[in-house]
């Protein structure tokens, strides 16, 4: 049955509405993106339409524009909402999510809080297999939404105890059971696609020189990055990859990791306090992505850069989201004054005050906050 859905959610791809894109969208006939108003009919259809922010002292500090797609205000409180979304409509309307059913998935938290959100919404049972580096905060928020949780060690894609693994086993046989599987499912490229990179090609007015944003599951880099170069071939797409993770070098060389860190990797898997983002798989949705090149971002320019744009911007944003802005300022220095260059501000900081913004975590695991009167820190 599982080979089955996989197939057939992947053969979905809308390829007509992808080869329209350049001819329905210029500058002239653009509209404003606005955000929610009116009354929604349930929680899922308030899930989309966020905010671009300009990001202030990083504009100022390298000469460009830089904006943020403000994802943290989707009503799960991350661009996951738009995937959970995408995949269970998809899944009710192939038959694939019926009464009584069990949504199953592999996820670092964002995802599954979209799922248990939504799923509940929709009457779905939801049982997640999560790795043990992620916050205790999101597990907390997954048990206290209804999900079933099974928190399981970080090991390499070749281990039978990975937690995709483990989710593909639970759902074999169980006809009642669904697996999301946002790692490889279309439908998460297509959530981004469709939505928040239209959405970002209306709110900039066409307006775009350069995009950037770290990669999990890889549906948000791909299905952005492929919409924006269809619209215009001379917007320059970009990775952040962080340590431990093999898309860095898969962009730059096409080799998934380099053979010297191959053993590590496969015993050890990625180990970062980033969560949701690196991973040593070329997933189905990440294969869509058009991309000109990858950035190396490292720990400590996480951690400078989510204190720098709280002191600075006032902006409180989680781990993936300041190593997004870190790719966002390598960038601009890449393409030089001028430019308009667009990332995702994933999650907001709530869910990490145990870790990111705990003096005690960060001298627990040898962090120390740079120097923050500029962006000397990032390197």
Not at 16 to 40: A, D, M, T
Not at 78 to 92: F, M, N, T, W, Y
Not at 160 to 180: E, K, P, S, T
């Amino acid at each position: 049955m599982l080979s089955s859905i996989y197939s057939y959610f992947n053969s979905e791809v809308d390829n007509n509405e992808q080869q329209n894109n350049n001819n329905n969208f210029n500058n002239n006939n653009l509209k404003e993106s606005v955000f929610h108003s009116g009354i929604s009919n349930g929680i899922i259809e308030t899930v989309g339409n966020t905010p671009l922010i300009r990001i202030k002292s990083l504009s100022e500090a390298t000469g460009c524009e830089i904006y943020g797609k403000a994802e943290f205000m989707n009503p799960g409180g991350s661009p996951k909402d738009r995937v959970a979304r995408e995949i269970i409509l998809d899944g009710e309307k192939k038959g694939f999510l019926k009464k009584g059913s069990t949504i199953v998935e592999a996820t670092a938290g964002s995802t599954g809080i979209s799922l248990t959100m939504l799923g509940k919404s929709r009457g779905y049972n939801v049982q997640l297999f999560i790795p043990d580096n992620v916050s205790k905060e999101k597990v907390d928020l997954l048990e206290m939404l209804g999900a079933e949780t099974k928190i399981v060690p970080i090991v390499g894609m070749n281990n039978a105890n990975h937690f995709m693994h483990c989710a593909y086993q639970r759902c074999l046989g169980d006809d009642m059971a669904f697996y999301a599987n946002q790692f490889d499912n279309l439908s998460n490229f297509n959530a981004h696609y469709n939505g928040t990179a239209k959405e970002i090609w209306e709110q900039t007015k066409g307006d775009v020189d350069g995009f950037v944003a770290a990669a999990g599951t890889g549906g948000t880099v791909a299905g952005i990055s492929s919409y924006l170069k269809e619209v215009n071939p001379n917007i320059q797409n970009w990775l952040i990859d962080p340590p431990g993770s093999g898309l860095y070098s898969l962009v730059n060389t096409g080799v998934i990791f380099h053979p010297k860190d191959r053993l590590v990797v496969e015993k050890l898997g990625p180990r970062s306090f980033y969560e949701g983002v690196g991973v040593n798989k070329k997933t189905e949705n990440f294969n869509k992505a058009s991309l000109n090149g990858a950035f190396r971002g490292t720990e400590e320019e996480g951690v400078d850069m989510a204190h720098y744009l709280l002191k600075h911007d006032g902006l409180f944003l989680g781990g993936s989201s300041a190593l997004n802005c870190v790719g966002a300022v390598k960038l601009a220095r890449k393409l030089g004054p001028g430019k308009t260059i667009v990332t995702v501000l994933c999650d907001s900081g709530h869910r990490y005050t145990s870790r990111l913004y705990s003096k005690s975590w960060l001298n627990d695991h040898n962090f120390q906050v740079s120097d923050l009167s500029n962006l000397n820190f990032v390197k």
